[in-house]
T-cell receptor, first 113, second 115 residues
Framework: KQEVTQIPAALSVPEGENLVLNCSFT??????LQWFRQDPGKGLTSLLL?????REQTSGRLNASLDKSSGRSTLYIAASQPGDSATYLC????????????FGGGTRLMVKP | DAGVIQSPRHEVTEMGQEVTLRCKPI?????LFWYRQTMMRGLELLIY????????DSGMPEDRFSAKMPNASFSTLKIQPSEPRDSAVYFC?????????????FGPGTRLTVL
């Protein structure tokens, strides 16, 4: 059974810092990995999706990498801003699990002005 | 497109009452997912549909929960009878089954409180 872990559970940084969020998964046979952002009391917003054949995806200040063989992904946020404060979740779609996503517990990020 | 639409946004009910949550997926999407989010258990998949047919309901906690998708633009999740432990945020998501991409798009959620 696929298990997804995100470390750290919470992170507080000053504005302007570059930061890395980590996601690890136990079963490397995945189709893709998706990073989401969730603001308090809101739904999930898809940030980036990396296919299993890809190594990274970039969108603006965000860069997500994938190392399938080691079961790891990172989300890099450059020049963090207070507006980046939210919970970030990663989710994997595993080969033998149909179209289901398995979610990590999330990293709660606070960027202080 | 308006995105995934869920109603109601908030629901407060008393134990034993029937609760119906509604979802309209993004037009053209052929997959629909129901999730539940709690502080203790995080985000859990309850059930998902493909072309209106339930594919996997192994996440449905018990017989009190049921889900239907009568057509491509509407789905319901029903809890009968509701219990306080059902209090959570329920999300609906949809995706287009194009190859293996299946990027999921989430609705705003329904916050359910069972007293």
């Amino acid at each position: 059974k696929q298990e997804v872990t995100q470390i750290p559970a919470a992170l507080s940084v000053p504005e302007g810092e570059n930061l890395v969020l980590n996601c690890s998964f136990t079963d490397s046979a995945i189709y893709n990995l998706q990073w989401f952002r969730q603001d308090p009391g809101k739904g999930l917003t898809s940030l980036l999706l990396i296919q299993s054949s890809q190594r990274e995806q970039t969108s603006g200040r965000l860069n997500a990498s994938l190392d399938k063989s080691s079961g790891r992904s990172t989300l890099y946020i450059a020049a963090s801003q207070p507006g980046d404060s939210a919970t970030y979740l990663c989710a994997v779609k595993t080969n033998n699990a149909g179209n289901m996503l398995t979610f990590g517990g999330g990293t709660r990020l606070m960027v202080k002005p | 497109d308006a995105g995934v639409i869920q109603s109601p946004r908030h629901e407060v009910t008393e134990m034993g009452q029937e609760v119906t949550l509604r979802c309209k997926p993004i037009s053209g999407h052929d997959y629909l997912f129901w999730y539940r989010q709690t502080m203790m258990r995080g985000l859990e998949l309850l059930i998902y549909f493909n072309n209106n047919v339930p594919i996997d309901d192994s996440g449905m906690p018990e017989d009190r929960f049921s889900a239907k998708m009568p057509n491509a633009s509407f789905s319901t999740l029903k809890i009968q009878p509701s219990e306080p432990r059902d209090s959570a945020v329920y999300f609906c998501a949809s995706s287009l089954g194009r190859g293996q991409v299946n990027e999921q798009f989430f609705g705003p959620g329904t916050r359910l409180t069972v007293l």
